[in-house]
């Protein structure tokens, strides 16, 4: 499954969340694996991919951040990232 690909296939992935138990769940398991996750946020006036972990996310605050999620092992990959919009 899942498990097996990530660890086997080390994908780069770019997800849409919707609910913040899942959206933690997903987190946890990413960078267990090793993976770094990026959030989609807004930074002034322009938006920009921020690291963000399972543990930043207490009760729901920082869960819109995430409603695009980047997960890469490579951190040099954050600047091919899509923007979430031209997905």
């Not at 097996?4 to 990413?30: C, F, G, I, S, W």
């Amino acid at each position: 499954g899942a498990t097996e690909t990530l660890a086997k296939y080390r994908p780069r992935l770019v997800m849409e969340m919707h609910d913040p138990n899942t959206t933690r769940q997903v987190l946890k398991t990413l960078e267990g694996h090793g993976y770094l996750t990026y959030g989609f946020s807004s930074e002034g006036s322009r938006s920009v991919w921020r690291l963000m972990r399972a543990s930043d996310l207490g009760g729901t605050a920082g869960v819109h951040d995430l409603h695009h999620v980047f997960a890469t092992i490579d951190p040099d990959e954050l600047a091919r990232a899509p923007e979430p919009y031209s997905l």
